[in-house]
């Protein structure tokens, strides 16, 4: 379904441009229906860059990127749309896609319109409260503002805008890294719910061995933008080959 194709991103940095830093380095791998790929990497190896280029906010210096084998960089505009609903991505920051000036009854609404999910106002009322109860949200929270709300609940709304698209991927990229330990639990057990209901394809990015375990079935880790070793979640566990990939999981079992 998504595919990369050895993709490579160089970002030029220093006061002229001169300075190039491969952030990620001939990166190949391939996401099918249903299915639960855990990008696994210390900081700085080029998770997230892996997560914006698939989301097409940065583009590959080298290599493709495909959608049901289609290069995301030749699409038409009503294939773009397509590819933009049907791909989607969760911050770290959950505040990061919130408008700060706008209140949450219009940011929820806000992809159902975009993408005329609902045919009349009601429909779109019953689509929104029937989301909100799902993910044990109150109303209340309708006539807030982004600052006026927990970090546990904004992740939550950010899940659920995301949910009301019905996506084929959601690329989550360390969700649950700035929240609260008693509340990044829930939210784990909340994405892996409404990804087995919805056979939803989840791509998950972390630096922690424990929780990419916990979540999904394959693994691929990376180390300075390479893939340095990939494979289900128990041979990477119980039979690690990569020498980067052992150190990993010894300091886990320690
Ligand atoms: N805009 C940029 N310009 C120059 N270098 C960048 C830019 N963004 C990221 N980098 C560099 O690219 C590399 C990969 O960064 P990236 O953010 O993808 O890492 P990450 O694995 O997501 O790290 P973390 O776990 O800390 O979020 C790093 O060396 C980073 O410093
Ligand atoms: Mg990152």
């Given at each position: 379904m998504l595919e990369?194709?050895?993709?490579t991103k160089q970002y030029r940095s220093g006061?002229?441009?001169?300075?190039?830093?491969?952030?990620?380095?001939?990166?190949?791998?391939?996401?099918?229906?249903?299915?639960?790929?855990?990008?696994?990497?210390?900081?700085?190896c080029g998770k997230s860059t892996i997560a914006?280029?698939?989301?097409?906010?940065?583009?590959?210096?080298?290599?493709?990127?495909?959608?049901?084998?289609?290069?995301?960089?030749?699409?038409?505009?009503?294939?773009?749309?397509?590819?933009?609903?049907?791909?989607q991505i969760?911050?770290?920051?959950?505040?990061?896609?919130?408008?700060?000036?706008?209140?949450?009854?219009?940011?929820?609404?806000?992809?159902?319109?975009i993408y005329n999910l609902a045919s009349s106002p009601e429909e779109e009322k019953k689509i929104i409260s029937e989301h909100m109860e799902m993910f044990g949200l109150p109303e209340e929270l309708f006539d807030r503002y982004p600052q006026?709300?927990?970090?546990?609940?904004?992740?939550?709304?950010?899940?659920?805008?995301?949910?009301?698209?019905?996506?084929?991927?959601?690329?989550?990229?360390?969700?649950?890294?700035?929240?609260d330990v008693s509340v990044q639990a829930q939210i784990l057990e909340l994405l892996k719910e409404v990804m087995d209901k919805n056979n939803i394809t989840l791509i998950f990015v972390?630096?922690?061995?424990?929780?990419?375990?916990a979540m999904c079935k394959r693994i691929m880790v990376i180390k300075d933008g390479q893939v340095v070793e990939q494979g289900s979640v128990d041979d990477i566990f119980d039979r690690p080959e990569n020498e980067y990939t052992r150190m990993l999981v010894d300091s886990l079992k320690e």
């Open positions: 990369f194709k050895n993709v006061m002229f441009g001169t300075h190039l830093t491969k952030a990620v380095d001939d990166v190949s791998f391939c996401v099918g229906e249903n299915e639960r790929l855990g990008l696994l990497g210390e900081s700085g914006q280029l698939a989301m097409k906010l940065l583009k590959p210096s080298k290599g493709s990127i495909e959608y049901n084998g289609k290069n995301i960089k030749h699409m038409s505009r009503s294939e773009m749309k397509n590819y933009r609903k049907n791909v969760i911050f770290q920051n959950p505040q990061q896609v919130f408008n700060p000036r706008m209140k949450f009854r219009e940011t929820i609404s806000e992809p159902v319109r006026e709300i927990s970090g546990g609940q904004a992740q939550r709304i950010a899940i659920m805008r995301i949910l009301m698209l019905k996506p084929e991927i959601i690329i989550a990229d360390e969700p649950t890294t700035m929240l972390s630096h922690d061995l424990d929780v990419v375990r």
